[in-house]
């Protein structure tokens, strides 16, 4: 079982960047994903990439503010987020090991999950 752990959260102003990182503490076959879970919401998927690093997926809400990257080297992945905005205060979590490359977006397709950073933009 590959044990995730997230870091990087904080409070920003609404404009501002963080930059997420979840490291793996075992092999990682598969690819990763970096969801996220408001109060009273659904965890949703916000970014993932396959494991190699050559394709990526993003949500619509996040796409052209957020990146992701991996260092395969470190059995890290990294969220860049810029230009936040207070509907991205969630719980951040990161992912692995996904089963199923076009139902990035689902929960349900990974197996390993770190506990959870939190991300707070205010206005």
């Known amino acids: 079982q590959v044990q995730l752990v997230e870091s990087g959260g904080g409070s920003v102003q609404a404009g501002g960047s963080l930059t997420l990182s979840c490291g793996a503490s075992g092999y990682t076959s598969r690819g990763w994903g970096w969801f996220r879970q408001a109060p009273g919401k659904e965890r949703e998927g916000v970014a993932a990439?396959?494991?190699?690093?050559?394709?990526?997926k993003y949500a619509d809400a996040v796409k052209g503010r957020f990146t992701i990257s991996q260092d395969n080297a470190k059995n890290t992945v990294y969220l860049q987020m810029n230009s936040l905005k207070p509907e991205d205060t969630a719980m951040y979590y990161c992912?692995?090991?996904?089963?199923?490359?076009?139902?990035?977006?689902?929960?349900?397709?990974?197996?390993?999950w770190g506990q959870g950073t939190q991300v707070t933009v205010s206005s």
């Open positions: 992912a692995a090991g996904r089963a199923d490359w076009l139902r990035w977006y689902s929960p349900i397709v990974y197996p390993s």
């Open positions: 990439i396959s494991l190699f690093g050559a394709n990526t």
